[in-house]
């Protein structure tokens, strides 16, 4: 399976130092764990080791295992395909594997998919925010799993954003969906393998259901850790969150998309460009400056989102926008998902007449919490919306600790 280089940047930490993700470990101390086995793994353009070689050419060339099928999630085998476009299952045509497509028709794996699978492997890179859909992939995965009684196995990776960073309101039964299935808050600061153990008590274990778990855990990591500190190189998670910074403010801006402005797709800049054509770009950066959020500076920006192979319908399409470009200057200190709140509220407040919440309750499904966006057309500050969370985070931020492995 070739994997286009391209995206990806040297590590410049060298290997006795830098992080070895759980792929690498399984080969040097777990690999007969699945000799003689056939395995599906769940998997796409992340899947790499470090020199950029994907997990499907390395386990099946020099190391002999038997791969029967592959499954992909949003964005694809080859993490090419649009956001929240379906993708079709297909033989890969470079393997000759199955890959079942797991975000179109299907979203979990049925019976018939696993009929030649004897252990499942999880290795994906995402960015620890609740709705990217990977790992709503492995939740359904790993419910799979312990269905059909087959083994389950993620292969660890570091979080982008520091795993000491959290951030945002817990998701509310009422607003459970693809896009919000566990209870965490949005930006939760946990990796796969540390996910993988709170999918199990607080997703599984209600439905009676008990996967066979295993992580293969990061070597030489610590949770303080940003994805540039570890020494591996940077492949982009999905096609619109393409840097260490888009991701840093993801969590927060990816809120708008749940509005009637542009949130930045098919520009160069996706959920650090935000705006429309009924903005006053300084206006509304002079607004949100006089806000004194810690680590970030917003500067006015005009764009014009295209259409382009990672996009397919952008809001606003070849239309001239007016907005915010949001700078972020000290990633300790933000608070991303306040940041996106405030942009959110500050826009409501400016032109409360052209700014519409998406009818199909896309909103509520992203924050997780009704109340949120009743607070907003009541006028609410973010700072007074954000202290409705404060206590349910300060809780998981406690809880999650008997999740870590790091």
């Given at each position: 399976m070739t994997i286009d280089?391209?995206?990806?940047?040297?590590?410049?930490?060298?290997?006795?130092?830098?992080?070895?993700?759980?792929?690498?470990?399984?080969?040097?101390?777990?690999?007969?764990?699945?000799?003689?086995?056939?395995?599906?793994?769940?998997?796409?353009?992340?899947?790499?080791?470090?020199?950029?070689?994907?997990?499907?050419d390395v386990l099946r060339g020099e190391h002999n295992v038997?791969?029967?099928?592959?499954?992909?999630?949003?964005?694809?085998?080859?993490?090419?395909?649009?956001?929240?476009?379906?993708?079709?299952?297909?033989?890969?045509?470079?393997?000759?594997?199955?890959?079942?497509?797991?975000?179109?028709?299907?979203?979990?794996?049925?019976?018939?998919?696993?009929?030649?699978?004897?252990?499942?492997?999880?290795?994906i890179q995402d960015a620890a925010t609740r709705f990217y859909t990977y790992i709503s992939t492995m939740t359904l995965c790993m419910e799979s799993a312990a269905e059909n009684n087959i083994p389950f196995v993620v292969f660890d990776r570091p979080?982008?954003?520091?795993?000491n960073k959290t951030d945002g309101p817990f998701l509310h039964e009422d607003c459970r969906s693809y896009i919000g299935m566990l209870p965490v808050p949005i930006l939760y600061g946990m990796t796969p393998g540390e996910l993988a153990g709170l999918i199990q008590k607080e997703y599984l274990k209600p439905k009676g259901l008990k996967?066979?778990?295993?992580?293969?855990?990061?070597?030489?990591?610590?949770?303080?850790?940003?994805?540039?500190?570890?020494?591996?190189?940077?492949?982009?998670?999905?096609?619109?969150?393409?840097?260490?910074?888009?991701?840093?403010?993801?969590?927060?801006?990816?809120?708008v998309e749940g509005t009637n402005v542009s949130e930045g797709r098919g520009t160069g800049f996706p959920f650090q460009t935000i705006g429309a054509p009924f903005i006053d770009g300084k206006k509304l950066a002079d607004s949100l400056t006089g806000l004194d959020m810690p680590g970030v500076r917003f500067e006015p920006a005009d764009f014009t989102p295209h259409q382009s192979n990672t996009v397919s319908h952008p809001r606003f399409k070849d239309q001239l926008c007016h907005g915010v470009f949001i700078r972020v200057t000290d990633r300790t200190a933000i608070r991303p998902v306040e940041v996106g709140l405030a942009t959110v509220c500050a826009i409501?407040?400016?032109?409360?007449?052209?700014?519409?919440?998406?009818?199909?309750?896309?909103?509520?499904?992203?924050?997780?919490?009704?109340?949120?966006?009743?607070?907003?057309?009541?006028?609410?500050?973010?700072?007074?919306?954000?202290?409705?969370?404060?206590?349910?985070?300060d809780r998981f931020t406690e809880v999650r600790k008997e999740y870590f492995l790091y």
């Open positions: 280089g391209s995206e990806m940047k040297a590590a410049k930490v060298d290997t006795l130092q830098r992080v070895k993700p759980g792929c690498e470990d399984f080969l040097e101390s777990w690999v007969e764990l699945t000799r003689g086995r056939r395995v599906g793994l769940i998997a796409n353009h992340t899947s790499v080791f470090p020199d950029g070689r994907h997990d499907v038997t791969i029967t099928v592959l499954f992909s999630p949003e964005h694809g085998i080859r993490g090419t395909a649009p956001a929240g476009e379906h993708v079709d299952s297909l033989l890969d045509p470079l393997t000759g594997l199955q890959v079942f497509s797991l975000y179109g028709e299907h979203t979990k794996p049925d019976k018939s998919m696993l009929e030649d699978v004897d252990f499942l492997v999880y290795d979080t982008i954003v520091s795993g996967a066979e778990l295993k992580v293969i855990r990061l070597r030489n990591y610590n949770r303080t850790m940003w994805y540039d500190e570890t020494g591996l190189p940077w492949v982009i998670p999905s096609p619109n969150v393409r840097t260490i910074e888009a991701a840093t403010i993801y969590p927060g801006t990816a809120l409501r407040n400016l032109y409360p007449e052209d700014t519409k919440f998406r009818s199909d309750g896309a909103f509520d499904r992203l924050t997780g919490d009704r109340q949120i966006k009743t607070m907003i057309e009541e006028g609410a500050g973010f700072r007074e919306i954000a202290s409705t969370w404060k206590d349910a985070l």
